[in-house]
């Protein structure tokens, strides 16, 4: 049985979601339908991340078995013909058998676009959030170093009752940019994230930027392991890589 890896590309828009859902679109469920399609056999896809509703992905990695001898050219090619158009495999390979995509990543890296001017954009309203009010760059960039490190992130996803030790990751880096265009880019890289980490981060410095919340809270926040309501709307946010040894 062969192991096969893809990378994929994709708008989150139209879906609720990577993981598959009964009676939903969502990507899994539309990948595995066009590989099952073409390679005549029942096929289960393994996600680096399972990317929320509506979220995107410039490179979301996945990994699927199957017995097919189809080659990796003519199945990258014949797949994205039965994939919607806004679903693409952009690389397929055959990898070692003990591969897994999601276990074996060692960083996720997310990039968040916020286009805070006057007026909102024809050209990729999907793919940012739009804010009028203008916000403290500055302050949002101070704020971000607070993320960074080893700390217990309870109160910035939604909470699954596990153990404490499972809302522990590590922030490697939060980076943030602004351009002549009044577009801010949030990009942050940790060894894993949970489910809407990185929007509630993001809701917090956006409250930052607008004055709604003392940088020296978020220490505070995070120490309390008790959610707080930011959670920044979702057509912003890219899953732009996946790393791996």
Not at 69 to 82: I, Q
Request: glycine content about 6%; proline content about 3%.
């Amino acid at each position: 049985m062969r192991n096969i890896k893809l990378i994929l590309q994709y708008n989150g828009k139209n879906y609720y979601g990577f993981q598959r859902q009964p009676n939903k679109p969502t990507i899994q469920g539309e990948v595995e339908k066009a590989l099952s399609t073409l390679l005549r056999e029942r096929i289960s896809i393994i996600g680096s991340g399972r990317t929320d509703a509506g979220v995107h992905a410039f490179r979301q990695v996945a990994n699927f078995r199957t017995n097919s001898d189809t080659s990796v050219y003519r199945l990258k090619w014949s797949v994205n013909a039965l994939l919607p158009s806004d679903i693409v495999v952009i690389e397929a390979c055959e990898v070692g058998d003990n591969f897994d995509s999601r276990r074996d990543a060692i960083s996720r890296e997310y990039h968040y676009f916020i286009l805070n001017r006057g007026y909102p954009t024809v050209f990729v309203p999907d793919f940012c959030y739009f804010l009028a009010r203008s916000l403290n760059f500055a302050l949002m960039q101070e704020a971000a170093d607070k993320f960074l490190g080893v700390h217990n992130f309870s109160s910035f996803c939604v909470r699954k009752g596990w153990k404490d030790e499972s809302y522990v990751k590590t922030v490697y880096e939060v980076k943030c940019s602004k351009d002549e265009h009044g577009l801010i880019k949030i990009g942050i890289k940790a060894d894993s994230f949970l489910h809407h980490m990185v929007r509630c981060m993001v809701g917090a410095l956006i409250q930052v930027g607008l004055g709604n919340l003392e940088i020296e809270e978020i220490p505070k926040i995070l120490e309390r392991k008790k959610r707080v309501g930011y959670l920044a709307p979702s057509q912003g946010l890219i899953l732009m890589n996946v790393q791996y040894p």
